[in-house]
Structures are given as C-alpha cells and as structure tokens.
C-alpha cells in the first residue's frame, strides 16, 4: 500500500512496532472518495498525527485542524530541559508540513461545541461544520483542587507539565538558587499525564544537584504509595542520588493538600514545609474543550468506544490522547500517536459506510534517569470488543540490576523514538 | 547499539527478526517486551507491509 506524504521513517526501528501497528494490522481497502469535512481539534501528538493519517486516507475529504498555537512545544524530552542539558529549541515543532500537505490548519482556539448541529465555532467567530469531528484536547488542571493552586500561582510554583514557558520558568528557578537550598515536588493521584514523568523530572533534578548544588535536595511529596516503573527509579536513585532525593510516599504523610505560593509553602495533613523552588503538579482533567462538548464525564475525563474513539456520551464525536480514559493504556505521547492511527482508520471507514474493526495497540514510554541513560516500561492491548485491555504475556520492564551500557542503549532508543514521533506529527 | 535499517529488508527477513523477539531474553531494548503481544500472522502482516512501505521509493 503507498501512502504518500505519511513519513514513516524505517531507520527507526527501534521506535518500536507498536508505533506502526495502527496502520500494519488492518488491510485498509479503498476508501469512497468522500468529500466529508473531518474536523480535529487539537494539535498536539493525537492531533497532528490523525489529520496526516486522514489526509493520506481521505483524499477526497477536507480536513482541517484547529491548533491556536503556532508552535508546538513537546512534553516528551522536556525534562531534559529542566535537568539543563537540552535546549527547549529541540522541544518545539511547527504545523507547516501539515498545511503543505493539504490539511487546512486554522491557528484559532475552539470556543464552543455544538453536536446536534454538528458545528464547532472558533476564537474569532467563525462557525465551522463536521461530518465527524476528532477531539484531542489534551490535559487542563484542577486549580484550587490543590487549596491555593490556581492560575495564577504558577509563576511563583511552576507545575511545568505542559511544555513551554514553565519548564524555563522552573529550570531557571533551579539556577539561581542558592547551593544547600530545598526543591520540593508534588505529584498528584492518578490519573494524570505521563505517570512515570515525575519520576524521571525528579532524576534529571537530582542530577543538576548533585552536580550543580551538592548541598541541595529534592524533596518528592507524592500522593501515591506506588508509582510506575518504581523499582527501575528506586534502584537508580539509590545508586546515583543518594544524598539528593528523597520521596515521602502518601502514607508517610506525602500528599499535599494546600499550597501558599507567597510563602513557597506545601502543607501535607501534619506538616508545612517551606521550599525554595516549589514544582507542583496539580490534579488533571481532560482539556476544557471536552467538558464544553459534552464528551467529558463527571470524572472530567472522556469515556470512549475503544474500538472506534467514538465517545459513548456524543455521537459523531471521536476523542483521542490523554483526555480519554483509556486504561490500561497511559496517558502518553505514544499512546496518543497510536490512538490517533487507529482512531483515523475508524473514521475512514465510518465514513465509508464500514465498521470500525479492532486491533492491537502499544506503548513504550522511555524515561531518563540521568541525561544519558534511560529505562522503559511496554504495554500491547486489543482495543477488541470497545475497551481496552492487556494482551497477557507482552509488555514489561527494563531488566533491573543492568549495567549503564543497557541503560545508555535505552536512552540512544528513546532519542529514536522522540525523532520517529515528532517526524510523524510534524515532520 | 545501532538501529537496524529496514530499507532493505524483505518481508520474510523481517517477519523472521520479528518472531525471534518473541523469544529473544535480551533486555536491552524494548522489541522483545512488544513482539510477545502480536501473533505470527500479525507480524506476518506488519512484515508486508513494512516491506511494501520500503519497496515504494
């Protein structure tokens, strides 16, 4: 099958199959030649990656992409950033590829949503009308789920967990602070965008201290007892980080209920603690977009067909990426390339007069654990039968107790990675 | 480790590396963990396809 104008770049392998398994599995057959209006809003990794997909599935179609930022910033990598050994230019990505390609890309925000109608309307007024719209909006934040986390506390309390001027924001607030001052960091409950991020953000902090503030620490105040790749990130701070991280579990009185940002302050039920660079992570939601769709449930994330994204509370409407509720698949830049693939063949064939059909998906998230060595977690789910599930027997984790040459392996396949999926989305 | 180049594999080539990952005990990369979750004929499938993808320039 040619399908001009989707990179799929086979010099990384390594990217791993699962990145092509949305394509591979199911034998596409001629489309009609519809002249459908697919809408997608959202540009990020699910975004970007669906509207290539039905650009080259759909030749016929229009489709367009209401993305209101010029620039992508990309999360993955990001806190390499923080960690001060990469340069926020590698994180960023534009949507011009997308537009050569005959996706018409609009740089306005979605305001509103109306689904019996069928007709989303823009920032500027303008009112745009779908056969099937695809929503990939995203996370946003709970602000105030944390007492005194709001908007307009991250400047003093960075959460950095979208990528962009937070993430210069709190690497340039670890470089001017004094040697032997306090970083504290607090994760959320589940679920949230990228769960082993915090982890790895909490390893490439580390690392600057050791090097940069040997008489600094990082104090990880957690609202979980367990976390993913745990022992991988365990075994690596015990042998690298000794004397510069230390993470207080929920149990141990490690879930921050209530911030001061004027202070620096996280209390927890028994303790308040006073930092000098604060990164707090708050509590999530599906983007706010979802809600306004109706496609969010009272979770504030969105229930969906996992076979065809289809959400289950609006028809005609898909949603893909991290606002779905998808697990066991994580909330992950993988995951929302993946689902996007699969999610545009659903919609081919929808408008094709076809059923969705299922198949096999995956994920691998890599995460560093100090700049040049990194660990992975891998998981294939069928998607079978409108929901989710493992494929037993596949998936797991980087061995423990390795050597720094598989680790640094890992990190070389993790740069692949990042090339291989920022080349799909945007390149 | 370098990155294999599937610009000049065959179908049958790759669909054999693919299924030797289902067995392979190496924990250096992430294939093996993969590989185990997909049948011989859906490697078989994405082999061809792979194939067909290289075989378009």
Not at chain 1, 68 to 88: D, E, H, K, M, Q
Not at chain 1, 151 to 170: N, Q
Request: aromatic share 8%; with cysteine.
């Amino acid at each position: 099958m040619s399908k001009p104008g989707f990179p799929v770049d086979r010099r990384r392998f390594m990217a791993g199959i699962g990145t092509l398994a949305g394509t591979s599995l199911l034998p596409l057959p001629a489309f009609a030649k519809t002249r459908a209006r697919v809408l997608i809003i959202g540009g990020g990794f699910g975004g970007a990656t669906a509207a290539r997909m039905l650009r080259d599935l759909l030749p016929s179609a229009s489709i367009t992409l209401l993305e209101p930022n010029a620039t992508y910033t990309a999360c993955p990598f990001s806190n390499l950033v923080i960690g001060g050994t990469r340069s926020i230019a590698d994180q960023y990505f534009s949507y011009e590829a997308l537009s050569l390609s005959g996706i018409a890309v609009i740089p306005e925000r979605a305001t509103d949503i109306d689904p019996v109608a069928r007709v989303v309307t823009c920032g500027d007024g303008r009112a745009l009308g779908y056969d099937r719209l695809i929503v990939s909006p995203g996370i946003d934040f709970r602000w105030n789920a944390i007492e005194g986390y709001d908007a307009a506390a991250v400047d003093r309390m960075p959460h950095a967990w979208k990528a962009g001027p937070g993430t210069l924001r709190l690497r340039d607030q670890l470089a001017a602070m004094d040697n032997g001052d306090l970083v504290v960091m607090s994760v959320p409950a589940p679920p949230f965008r990228c769960p082993p991020g915090p982890y790895e953000r909490a390893s490439l902090i580390a690392n600057y201290l050791k090097n940069h503030k040997p008489n600094s620490k990082l104090l990880i105040l957690d609202s979980q007892d367990s976390f993913s790749k745990m022992p991988l990130f365990k075994e690596a701070w015990e042998r690298h980080y000794p004397d510069h991280l230390e993470w207080r579990a929920a149990s141990q009185d490690g879930r921050v209920i209530r911030v001061d940002p004027a202070t620096l302050t996280l209390s927890t039920d028994f303790e308040d603690i006073r930092a000098d660079v604060a990164n707090v992570i708050p509590p999530q939601k599906a983007g706010e977009i979802a809600a306004r769709a109706g496609v969010a449930d009272a979770t504030g994330w969105c229930p969906i067909d996992a076979t065809s994204f289809e959400s289950t509370l609006q028809p005609g409407i898909h949603v893909i990426g991290d606002a779905t509720i998808a697990a066991p698949m994580p909330k992950s830049a993988f995951s929302a390339n993946l689902q996007a693939k699969v999610c545009a063949i659903a919609v081919a064939r929808l408008l094709s007069e076809m059923d969705a059909q299922p198949t096999v998906l995956a994920n691998t998230c890599y995460s560093f654990i100090t700049p040049d060595e990194a660990v992975s977690i891998a998981g294939v789910y069928s998607n079978a039968g409108g929901k989710f599930t493992n494929i037993d027997g596949a998936g797991g984790l980087s061995p423990l107790a390795a050597g720094p040459d598989v680790r640094k392996a890992e990190a070389a396949q993790a740069e692949a990675w990042f090339a291989a999926i920022t080349g799909e989305a945007f390149g | 480790m370098g990155v294999p180049s599937l610009d000049r594999m065959d179908a049958g080539t790759l669909s054999a590396r693919l299924a030797f990952y289902k067995t392979d005990a190496d924990g250096t990369t992430v294939m093996h963990r993969i590989a185990r979750g997909y049948s011989q004929t859906q490697l078989e499938a994405i082999s061809q396809y792979l194939s067909a993808e290289a075989s378009d320039e």
